[in-house]
């Protein structure tokens, strides 16, 4: 009987060791920062101007600046990261050259899914990018097409508004 018991206690000491040595090595390595960042996550200005920038991605502000705060800046502070990795998935698609005109910058329309949430950006309007869109995307009425990803593409006719749900198949290799 008492063997039974000791063996028992030694299954049990071992179980209980293994667990823990298996919750603090999840835990060391989930302290690292992840290589795909998780879709909700929050980027800074210089972090998501570096990526889009990087990815052949230019940034125009018709007052010169980056203050999220001010309607004529073209802001990305606290742009989701599957927006940023969106903009590159339509950019690497579509083979056009892309130029965001807009961010998360004050002045636009508020909402769940909005610029200021980090859900969209704006694109300079060129016929590359339209006929992308417009070719490659479903109508689905009012001035706007929706991705097979489901992000929709509103022809605002001097711009592109573009809400970015998901990174448009980013991570297995979709379309914008």
Known sequence: MNRKIALRAAVGASAMALALFSTAYVAEATTEEPKDAAPLAKMSHSAAASKLNGAGISITSSGGCSDRNQPNCTSLEQVNSAT????????????????????TETGHASGTYSHWNG???????????TNYVKNTFTSIGGNKWQSGSGNVYFDESNHWDVTFHNCGGCLRGGKG
Request: aromatic fraction near 6%.
């Open 84 to 103: 940023v990795d969106g903009a590159i998935t339509l950019k690497g698609a579509s083979k056009c050259d892309l130029t965001v005109t807009g961010g």
């Open 119 to 129: 859900y969209k950006l704006d694109f300079h309007m060129t016929s590359c990018l």
